[in-house]
């Protein structure tokens, strides 16, 4: 609670299994990257501070499980995210396809207040794969993504350490615009009525 | 940051100045030391945000806060709520209060049900900022909010909290305890705040050293132990009350949790306090003259200096109750919703025996309370004390003796002590406040 400038971002990341979710936030906060797939269970939480616009903003970053037995973890799992990150990957056809779905879980588990202009990001991972293995076309994911409300979309490699800064950065960027400052601090309570208040309780004898 | 040294801040502005350093602050949350303290206390949001940590920066645990929300998101889904973990030495207790859950982490001996106490009155100490209107809206407008942003300066007096809930029976009891102090002087001091009774005032109070001298209140509002502990950890978690005549709101849960009510603080003496407490935000001045009358009128009979004099006395030791083999003791009255109890002497004068002893009387206390099967009478022989436990329907007992005692020596012991204690009754407790 030290520094008032100080502010904390819950980012999702959401997609299919082996797209590279944990590969991205690893290379992303750790700088480090391992060929050995491991299946996330239920998820991973990692933080990372980052300045955006001069501020010093704690991004919270929640890794998710991509298989569907490890996704038990309840619908309030999703609840006051301030950005949801998709993730697919470009050589595989079906991980694209899904995002539709994977959105769509997110805006009814996380029920925003402003669905339509909730920040989201879409991340083409494992483009460092050689060209012929390619699936998904630039093109194709930038009109999925134009079609969405414009999403941002990067094209990156987590193991070749390509865009995955700059994704992170628009990121926290976009998710800071959720945070604008609505001013409570003139919402004062009304004051009390002394005469109306009647409570009765266990108090002290003094 | 521009390289033109002139223009540096003095403090960075990454490291903005708060004016409180706190003692663990700089742990690291994977550090062994982190790890190794025996109570944590987390508050997080219902999205999963550090709120507060008692150790550390919150900001660094937001994967454990991240954790405890998956966790309780699980249960939820199941149309449940969890209440408890226990892992070996440790327990794990959550409180979950709509848009704040809090956290219990310990090792200590204490019991789901206590730690849960402890949650609730830290609960308590974020609406004595907020109140429940404001929490309420703030996280229906915005689920994701991070309320460190409102909450920012007050994390002196939750960690004020967090060690006093440690240190003093108050919590544990449910009940506060009053300076001992001769009843005519009491009396008097409390027909001087009469004086000043007027609409402006709801309270009136004189409190030293986390206990209460006076009380003057209105017939129909008598005032909560768990309001009293707010205040006075307010009063006693910022130093800033010493320097200057402060004016502050304050909301008073158990009075009305949806708004804030306004306390003008200000020392009268080295360790009096004294508090007035009106339901208006504009009557600063007016409380400012009150507290003046009040210290003109103390001062010309002369009670000030009485009071300050009884102030700084450290009570009562074991040796003027007279029972043979006691050692020391808790009385609370449950009528009063006070207790009473010595000052710690040899061997509780130190804080390692002192913690052993609070450890024994927590846990006779949780026998005593227990949903279960409630007890009356509690008798535990441990290889250093023997804690008796006694209730019955106007008190709560918890006396040490030694170890070797006999039980007929115990009862006599016992009896003598309440003996003593309806002797000094009306010394030791506020038997009738002050109303208006």
């Known amino acids: 609670m030290a520094s008032r400038k100080k502010v904390l971002l819950k980012v999702i990341i959401l997609g299919d299994s082996g797209v590279g979710k944990t590969s991205l936030m690893n290379q992303y906060v750790n700088k480090k990257f391992s060929t050995q797939y491991k299946a996330t269970i239920g998820a991973d939480f990692l933080t990372k501070e980052v300045m955006v616009d001069d501020r010093l903003v704690t991004m919270q970053i929640w890794d998710t499980a991509g298989q569907e037995r490890f996704q038990s973890l309840g619908v309030a799992f999703y609840r006051g995210a301030d950005c949801c990150v998709l993730v697919y990957d470009v050589n595989n056809n079906k991980s694209f396809e899904t995002l539709d779905s994977w959105r769509d879980e997110f805006l009814i588990q996380a029920s925003p207040r402003d669905p339509e202009n909730f920040p989201f990001v879409v991340l083409g991972n494992k483009i460092d794969m050689e060209e012929s293995k390619r699936a998904v076309s630039q093109k194709r994911a930038m009109t999925w993504c134009q079609s969405k409300g414009n999403i941002p979309y990067f094209e990156t490699s987590a193991k070749e350490a390509i865009n995955v800064e700059n994704a992170f950065q628009t990121i926290a960027k976009n998710a800071l615009q959720q945070e604008t400052d609505a001013d409570f601090y003139n919402d004062f309570p009304d004051p009390i009525k002394i005469d109306n208040d009647t409570s009765k309780y266990d108090s002290c004898g003094c | ?436």
């Open chain 2, 1 to 436: 940051m521009s390289n033109d040294h002139s223009n540096v801040p003095v403090i960075s502005v990454d490291e903005e100045y708060s004016g409180y350093r706190r003692k663990y602050g700089h742990e690291d949350p994977q550090s062994v030391n982190w790890c190794r303290h025996r109570k944590h206390f987390f508050i997080l949001s219902s999205a999963g945000k550090p709120i507060y940590t008692r150790y550390g920066d919150e900001s660094r645990i937001s994967g454990y806060t991240g954790v405890i929300q998956a966790i309780v998101s699980f249960f939820v889904d199941a149309e449940d709520s969890i209440r408890c973990i226990n892992a070996g030495n440790h327990k794990f207790v959550f409180l979950l209060k709509g848009p704040l859950y809090l956290v219990a982490v310990s090792r200590t001996n204490e019991s789901e049900t206590q730690l849960r106490d402890q949650l609730n009155y830290l609960y308590n100490q974020i609406l004595s900022v907020l109140t429940s209107t404001q929490l309420t809206r703030i996280f229906e407008q915005r689920i994701n909010y991070d309320l460190r942003l409102l909450l920012g300066g007050t994390e002196p007096f939750l960690d004020n909290l967090a060690t006093s809930m440690s240190d003093e029976p108050g919590f544990m009891l449910g009940s506060i305890q009053c300076v001992r102090m001769n009843k005519e002087l009491r009396d008097k001091i409390g027909s001087i705040l009469q004086i000043v009774k007027s609409k402006d005032l709801l309270y009136a109070m004189l409190i030293a050293n986390n206990k209460l001298i006076t009380l003057l209140r209105p017939k129909r509002h008598s005032l909560h132990s768990a309001d009293l502990h707010l205040i006075f950890n307010m009063v006693n978690g910022s130093s800033t009350f010493r320097s200057a005549e402060s004016w502050t709101p304050i909301c008073l849960p158990k009075f009305n949790n949806k708004g804030f009510l306004h306390a003008y603080v200000c020392y009268i003496t080295g360790n009096v306090c004294l508090l007035l407490i009106s339901p208006d935000k504009d009557k600063f001045f007016e409380l400012s003259d009150a507290k003046s009358i009040i210290v003109e009128e103390l001062t010309s009979c002369n009670a000030l200096q009485a009071i300050e004099e009884v102030s700084q006395s450290e009570g009562y030791s074991i040796a003027d109750v007279g029972a043979a083999g006691l050692r020391h003791f808790i009385y609370k009255s449950r009528k009063h919703v006070q207790y009473t109890s010595p000052t710690f002497m040899a061997p509780y004068n130190d804080p390692h025996e002192k913690q052993k002893l609070f450890k024994l009387y927590r846990y006779t206390h949780d026998r005593m309370h227990s949903r279960i099967r409630p007890l009356k009478v509690h008798y535990y022989v441990s290889p250093t004390e023997t804690i008796l436990g006694w209730i019955t329907s106007t008190f709560e007992l918890y006396a040490a003796f030694g170890p070797l005692i006999s039980k007929s020596a115990l009862t006599n012991s016992s009896h003598t002590l309440l003996k003593w204690i309806k002797k000094e009754e009306e010394n030791l407790f506020i038997l009738n406040s002050q109303v208006f």
